[in-house]
T-cell receptor, first 113, second 114 residues
């Protein structure tokens, strides 16, 4: 069965610092991988997705993620965070665009001024 | 940009009552989903719907739950007899289904069972 692990429940970084949020997945075939962001009281907004091809994918708001099959990882990165990036970040895996998503526990990001 | 809309944003209901959560998916999408997020926990899949029938459901989606697409635009989740543990944020999502189109989520309905 598919599963997603986000090892860090809460991360605090200073504004302007770089960020990496970890995601490990378990899936028997080639996964479809996603990162979503959830601001307080809001829904889930898609940051980026990986389906195939280039293992480094670019998303919105300056985020990128790298798919590493050998490590079963899909870590999210941003070179310089902004205060507006404070939110909950969810990694998810799916069998395809039409299939259910399995989410990780989420990582709450706090930005220090 | 088209978006998924959900109503109401917050629903308060007495235990044992029926509740219907409503969603308007993105108009040209073919696949529809409900997920829930209990406070402080991960987002969990409930059900997917395609071609006017359920394509997959989770263990959570028991006989108390049902989904319907009553017309060409709405997609509803009904809980027949609510329990305290049904309190959660419920998210509707829709996806094109063709190729590699990701799911787009609504802002959710917060359901509070008293």
């Amino acid at each position: 069965a598919q599963s997603v692990t986000q090892p860090d429940i809460h991360i605090t970084v200073s504004e302007g610092a770089s960020l990496e949020l970890r995601c490990n997945y378990s899936y028997g075939a080639t996964p479809y991988l996603f990162w979503y962001v959830q601001s307080p009281g809001q829904g889930l907004q898609l940051l980026l997705k990986y389906f195939s091809g280039d293992t480094l994918v670019q998303g919105i708001k300056g985020f990128e993620a790298e798919f590493k099959r050998s490590q079963s990882s899909f870590n999210l990165r941003k070179p310089s965070v902004h205060w507006s990036d404070a939110a909950e970040y969810f990694c998810a895996v799916g069998a395809g665009g039409a299939q259910k998503l399995v989410f990780g526990q989420g990582t709450r990001l706090t930005i220090n001024p | 940009e088209p978006e998924v809309t959900q109503t109401p944003s917050h629903q308060v209901t007495q235990m044992g009552q029926e509740v219907i959560l409503r969603c308007v998916p993105i108009s040209n999408h073919l696949y529809f989903y409900w997920y829930r997020q209990i406070l402080g926990q991960k987002v969990e899949f409930l059900v997917s719907f395609y071609n006017n029938e359920i394509s997959e459901k989770s263990e959570i989606f028991d006989d108390q739950f049902s989904v319907e697409r009553p017309d060409g635009s709405n997609f509803t989740l009904k809980i027949r007899s609510t329990k305290l543990e049904d309190s959660a944020m419920y998210f509707c999502a829709s996806g094109g289904g063709a190729g590699n189109q990701p799911q787009h989520f609504g802002d959710g309905t917060r359901l509070s069972i008293l």
